[in-house]
Structure formats: C-alpha cells, structure tokens
C-alpha cells in the first residue's frame, strides 16, 4: 500500500527545534517532487518547502534561514529540519509527494510552538 508516514513532531518552546521525517513507500522514490505543507486552525494549507527529483529547493518566504528540507533517497526520506521556532509555526505539517498527475498525503504530525 502506497503512503507517506510523518514523524517528529511535538511541542517545542519557542526559539527551538524540531526534525521532521517522511517515509515514503512508494515505488521510484527519487523521481518524486516531494513537499512539506502545513495547516494551521483556520488556515488554508500552505507549501513551506519543496524538494524537486531534481535537487531544486524552495521555501515559504516566512521560514527561509530557518527551516531547511532535505531527501535520502536511499531511505525514501525527505526531512524538514526546523530551527529558530516561533508560536506562529504551530501548525499540521504534511507531507506530499508528486509525480506526474500522482498526488500523495500524509496523515500529518502536529506541531506546537509555545511556551
């Protein structure tokens, strides 16, 4: 069965850090666009980073120099480092993996930034 499966979540005081994880049991791993979006109560959903098959990354203006995204394709991985945490990055992350018109999701893992 095809999924995306987030860890790493949690509280956090602010000014801290969190890894996030996706494990992805997809076939072909590497050929995916992969994506963390996140959701916060009474938002829309939101990209904060992306990582390309390629390599290309892009951020969220709110969380450029403070949020790195990364993959293992070796491991079917992508990773969203998050450091310098504000309340404001309370939210549901989500990861996303694209390829072609496939669109996949993961169920989420909460973060909550507060003291």
């Known amino acids: 069965q095809v999924q995306l499966v987030e860890s790493g979540g949690g509280l956090v005081q602010p000014g801290g850090s969190l890894r996030l994880s996706c494990a992805a049991s997809?076939?072909?791993?590497?050929?995916?666009?992969m994506g963390w979006y996140r959701q916060a109560p009474g938002k829309q959903r939101e990209l904060v980073a992306a990582?390309?098959?390629?390599?290309?990354?892009n951020y969220a203006d709110s969380v450029k120099g403070r949020f790195t995204i990364s993959r293992d394709n070796a491991k079917n991985t992508v990773y969203l480092q998050m450091n310098s945490l504000k309340p404001e990055d309370t939210a549901v992350y989500y990861c996303?993996?694209?390829?072609?018109?496939?669109?996949?999701w993961g169920q989420g893992t909460l973060v909550t930034v507060s003291s």
């Open positions: 996303n993996a694209v390829l072609t018109v496939r669109s996949l």
């Open positions: 997809v076939r072909g791993f590497s050929m995916y666009d």
């Open positions: 990582i390309r098959s390629g390599g290309s990354i």
